[in-house]
């Protein structure tokens, strides 16, 4: 995908405290809707492997042009609006493939893995940091979900200035309940901050990423 003028280091470094600070830029304007929640994802998922991931938006933007933002404003808000959905599932589709469906899970292959990553970083996704972006050996010791609680906290786009898509960056919150294939239970935890950009078919890739997780077996 052949980049333009917007310079996605620069997009990345800035996005990056205002995400986990929630400051503003005096040059940059932010739309913002905070999105209703869900209560979808925080319904109990008991024996169902095959429940979707539901991840609850909390707060999305669109970083633009102050100028752009104040001529274009409802334009602004039907784009961010379109591609925090297709962000969204993007996202989803990943977590259940890496955390969440059993069934995806190929008994700890996860072959399909690398699909949500852009092709640079996808040998880094299959080798060194494999164990970090998805269950790799744990999934061979669950059986299936129990619960499950998914937020994205903050979701930012930011656009050019002809308003097409340049970068997302994202936060992640997940926590679930597993049943263990010898009967107990396990907690599973994990934090992300995520960057996407957009690719031809009209879809998103993680081209960079901070992801963590933690399961942990519960003592009865």
């Known amino acids: 995908?052949?980049?333009?003028?917007?310079?996605?280091k620069l997009i990345q470094l800035t996005l990056v405290p205002m995400l986990l600070a929630g400051m503003f830029f005096p040059q940059l304007s932010c739309t913002s809707k905070k999105e209703k929640a869900k209560d979808t994802s925080r319904e109990k998922i008991k024996n169902k492997s095959n429940a979707s991931t539901q991840f609850t938006v909390e707060n999305s933007r669109a970083v633009v042009n102050e100028q752009l933002s104040q001529t274009r404003a409802e334009e602004i808000k039907n784009i961010k609006e379109d591609q925090t959905r297709k962000i969204v599932k993007q996202v989803q589709e990943y977590y259940d493939t890496a955390f969440f469906q059993p069934e995806l899970w190929e008994r700890g292959e996860f072959s399909k893995l690398d699909s949500f990553f852009a092709s640079e970083i996808r040998n880094q996704v299959k080798e060194e940091d494999f164990d970090s972006l998805c269950l790799g050996d744990d999934a061979r010791k669950l059986d299936s979900l129990e619960s499950l609680e998914a937020n994205i906290p903050n979701l930012w786009i930011a656009l050019d200035r002809e308003l097409k898509p340049q970068l997302c960056a994202l936060t992640t919150?997940?926590?679930?309940?597993?049943?263990?294939?010898?009967?107990?239970?396990?907690?599973?935890?994990s934090n992300?901050?995520?960057?996407?950009?957009?690719?031809?078919?009209?879809?998103?890739?993680?081209?960079?990423?901070?992801?963590?997780?933690?399961?942990k077996s519960e003592e009865k």
């Open 1 to 8: 995908m052949q980049k333009n003028s917007f310079p996605i």
């Open 192 to 215: 992300a901050l995520l960057f996407l950009e957009p690719v031809d078919d009209g879809q998103w890739q993680i081209f960079d990423y901070d992801l963590k997780y933690e399961l």
């Open 173 to 189: 919150e997940a926590e679930a309940r597993f049943t263990m294939e010898n009967g107990e239970t396990a907690h599973f935890k």
